[in-house]
């Protein structure tokens, strides 16, 4: 179809004039017959109005069979220079719909196309005010009863929610929201988010004292301001948090602290949420077109039901709610978990002269950090990727260019690479009763995040003290029941206990649409997170994209947002777009909208 | 000397080698005679440990017989692309000394350099931790009894100037102070910023409130950290005043707010100040080895003293406490003085429905925003440049490149342009009897900015109130006596006035010491700012840079530091590094200390 000599660049640039011209003919045959036997087509908005990978020639006709009339692509022109490498030309590109601009990314075998991306970037006549078309600040000439911008702020922040109403209400104000907000304040989408806690940053100070972010900050800026250089590679919580209160200031947003939601009800007949809210003592009824529920992945805490436990003596709480190891000196701890909370806290207990124990109940995916930066992380969110020119918006472009359905082969490498360099600390880490996993396939870290958002630890310190003992461990087991001042296990073993944490991890998101809503809808929007890959805790059908997050749900104007700071920041783009383009009445017919299989 | 078809940047690569080679055989004659008998080789602190401008080959060759032993500098090598343009061919370059790196600019005429710029960057051993040398956030491992991020935090700011003494004190917590301070952070210098007002940025919030800023945000940036691109192109003062708040937040700088400085001695024998100031009802004396005044080049409000101010029955105030026209409207207002201050309060008292009269003292230059945006700053700081690639230190090098001595030759023919293309407008303005002037030389607003602080005004609208008569003027003449409610004028107007502002600019920076030290060190310093230009207001002898700015003065440890963003940002890198070299005990000798020709 090509011709071999062809540079990489001619290469794509022929696919994507031809691929261009059969999509204006309306030819589909020959547009699908561009895309290769095993192909995949990931398009985040542009296409589908929604976050969707279409898989194989079949699907991708279907696609285009349904949207073409509508979205009317056009204008697909190359960006940059293409690369070749083992057999596959790969380059970037950008185009254009009716509505919109888009950029993507493509991956041809033997000229066809084998991985193709297309995300939206802008709508036109809606695009961000940005650089040339930045806003003045002031207004040259004289006005009678001119306004000053602190006048006006503080006129519309004392307006809204009580004269006037936010088109948006976000719950949650921790990175997922703010993140959000700050896409939609550019996007002049009028924004409310609502948070319970006091400050901005909160949700991280508020975690046990010892953390730092487990992601190195290459992956973790916000959208539009990204850390000063020199930023650590892991921020500690407080200090994330005050970059979280100081970029709610900067940027603007509109954000309620203190302020709890209490029930959410959607008004079919206005086509829009009832939102009860308790701000200073007071009850408020906000009524937004849209609600986002950034609640996070790790807001709603699974909390296990153990026989006894109201008769525990000691201290008790769910990782969540623990401060830290200052009161436990001396005392004996146990922590039920064996995942990244539970390490850190056992670590930091140890640290500060606690006895501790940790319950592991089932095998546990580790890696340390070094190795996870280096082999994993490194290509795309490092200092070296920096160098190389990999900003990080060409790094979240590239992550969000390997389809799921294939993603995992890119891992088992990389994971059996670590699995050997680390060898020697694997099998201390087992000989001491460790279970050791690397997930049911042995893809590793990012997979389970995505299959299960769980069964993992990035170790920083805690294995070794595992390994030889001075944080004790049980393994296989978990506690069966409580007594006034131990634990039991299952196998029988009695643990003295003046502390009991329970790392237990968090339950779905669709878990606050049942409490702020109702479970109804809870039920109707279904299992949030997970990709149906048929593994431990995600079970199948195959969905090809995550459930629910950043895109439309069964529930008309309720959105799920969420993930970490690179998905917040990553995916924050194309949920604003789609909440724009509903504000700016435009049409946003959605392509493939989820199946319910699983409740939660 | 080159061949003439040698490309551009053969002919720099060839000079710097040449050059470099004679300064390191010591060759005196032959590197001096690389120049032409017209240049200037401006350093900052590189070869001089100063900011110095030596002008001709005389003036170089004693500068290199003096700094060459001691300074040792090797390694010129040419950066980038040179070009070449009507004459002069320019380029980019490094270089190392013995002690630091550094980078610079020069221009060739017929072979022979024309204007040399040599600007330190970092100190070798001593270079700021960034990008890959950032620090980790967390320790990897198991530690007894660590301590948070947080809590380290917390201790070092409930010691620092307790327990421990901060290294180096700045008086004044504006942009200027907040700068310099988040560099010194970065070369871990222990820095203690004083500041009276309650929050950073209170020095922007408590100016009159239609302000905001008269230059654009690209000239704007604080350092490390620059404003997104949505960034309004003048920020309003109260969204000035947030960011520096959140940049002193997360910059982690030591700001003491809500504190005097009530006194500052040096000890000779200590080598060290002794700083006393007031807070939170304490007396606390400080004890640094370094002291900035940076108080502000507006910090020290004029105030005329004329015969009758004590019986006024209306408000009066410098302009520096003037809140806003809330409180006006319908009454009757005078506002001395026709500069920046001056016009922007008669403007906004206009527009909420005062009666407004200005006096004019003197001539002001005037020149319309726009115009000065496009034609003086838009080639090095807009967002044409920052698309041509001119990224806020290019600009600033670039700026920093062109000698004081031939800034005003460059300045003259942009300024006759502008007042041909806003012909119309200067007519009208001076048919309303405005006494208008473009500098003593017609170069314009930055010669005057440079030379004496003041005289003009960047128009943003209330040059048409006046050029209509809607705010009254009366120039030429100034307030002779002040009655209860009325303002006598030179030539013997009677004005009823309920309001008199008095915008009459602010003081020598000097005036600080004098207030904070003593007139004694005041005088041995002498006057700051100003170039001897021998134009009004900046008396000669020609100094060939600013006075006692951001460079050793007479008073040793005593620095100023001061100026508009883009200065406060350039400069303090320079001042950092003079300041931390002292720190590390480098050997630092001064070449040119400035001579004292003017006490204030």
Chains 1, 2 share one sequence.
């Not at 660049?9 to 691929?19: A, D, G, H, M, R």
């Not at 149906?532 to 069964?554: A, C, I």
Request: glycine share 10%; hydrophobic share 35%; aromatic share 10%.
């Amino acid at each position: 179809m090509t011709n071999a000599s062809n540079t990489p660049t001619e290469q794509i640039s022929v696919w994507l004039s031809k691929f261009g011209a059969a999509l204006e003919r309306g030819n589909l045959a020959s547009a699908v017959e561009m895309f290769a036997e095993e192909s995949y087509w990931r398009d985040l908005v542009s296409f589908t109005w929604n976050i969707k990978t279409l898989e194989g020639q079949e699907s991708i006709q279907a696609m285009l069979h349904t949207t073409l009339p509508e979205i009317k692509p056009h204008s697909w022109r190359i960006k940059g220079q293409a690369t070749s490498e083992n057999g596959v030309t790969a380059g970037w590109f950008t185009f254009e719909t009716a509505t919109s601009k888009g950029q993507g990314h493509i991956r041809l075998r033997a000229g066809k196309c084998w991985t193709l991306l297309t995300t939206m970037t802008e709508l036109k006549g809606f695009e961000e005010k940005k650089g040339a078309t930045r806003i003045l600040g002031t207004q040259h000439g004289v006005f009678r009863d001119r306004q000053s911008w602190l006048e006006r702020k503080t006129r519309e922040e004392a307006e809204l929610g009580y004269k006037t109403q936010p088109y948006c209400v976000i719950i949650g104000g921790g990175q997922g929201g703010i993140g959000l907000a700050a896409r939609l304040k550019r996007l002049e989408v009028p924004t409310l988010i609502i948070e319970r806690n006091n400050r901005p940053g909160d949700s991280w100070r508020k975690r046990y004292k010892s953390l730092c972010l487990h992601d190195p900050v290459w992956y973790d800026h916000l959208p539009y301001l990204p850390f000063p250089d020199h930023w650590p590679v892991f921020s500690p919580k407080d200090k994330i948090g005050d970059w979280l209160e100081m970029y709610v200031k900067v940027m603007e947003l509109n954000y309620w602290h203190s302020t709890e939601c209490q029930d959410a009800q959607y008004d079919e007949m206005a086509q829009e949420w009832m939102v009860t809210v308790g701000r200073a003592g007071q009850t408020i009824v906000l009524r937004p077109k849209h609600l986002v529920l950034a609640t996070g992945m790790s807001g709603m805490p699974n909390v296990p039901e153990i026989p006894g436990a109201d008769s525990f003596k000691g201290v008790q709480h769910h990782s969540s709610q623990h401060a830290g190891p200052d009161d436990y000196a001396g005392k004996k701890c146990v922590v039920l978990g064996a995942n990244n909370s539970a390490h850190d806290i056992c670590a930091a207990l140890w640290e500060h002269g606690a006895d501790v124990t940790m319950i592991q109940r089932s095998s546990t995916h580790v890696v340390k950090s070094d190795s996870l930066m280096e082999l994993a992380l490194g290509p795309l969110y490092s200092e070296s990727a920096v160098q190389a020119g990999i900003t990080t918006e060409i790094a979240d472009l590239l992550f969000a260019s390997l389809p799921y359905k294939i993603m995992h082969a890119f891992h088992i490498p990389i994971y059996r690479q670590i699995a050997s360099r680390d060898a020697d600390f694997y099998e201390r880490l087992q000989k001491a009763g460790f279970l050791l996993d690397f997930g049911d396939d042995g893809s590793g870290l990012f997979m389970k995040y995505l299959r299960r958002g769980s069964g993992y630890y990035i170790d920083v310190g805690a294995s070794e003290l595992i390994a030889d003992g001075r944080i004790k461990l049980h393994s296989g087991v978990t506690i069966n029941q409580i007594r006034e001042n131990a634990v039991v296990l299952t196998d029988g073993t009695v643990l003295p206990a003046d502390l009991i944490v329970y790392a237990t991890g968090y339950g779905s998101m669709n878990g606050w649409a049942a409490r702020l809503i109702s479970q109804e809808v809870a039920d109707k929007v279904g299992k949030c997170w997970g990709l149906g890959s048929g593994t431990t805790k995600d079970p199948g059908p195959w969905e090809g994209e995550l459930r629910n997050m950043w895109k439309p749900t069964r529930q008309p104007a309720l959105w799920f947002h969420g993930g970490n700071l690179h998905q917040s920041r990553h995916y924050s783009q194309f949920l604003s777009l789609q909440i724009k383009a509903r504000m700016e009445e435009l049409s946003t017919p959605v392509y493939g909208l989820g199946e319910v299989h699983h409740l939660s």
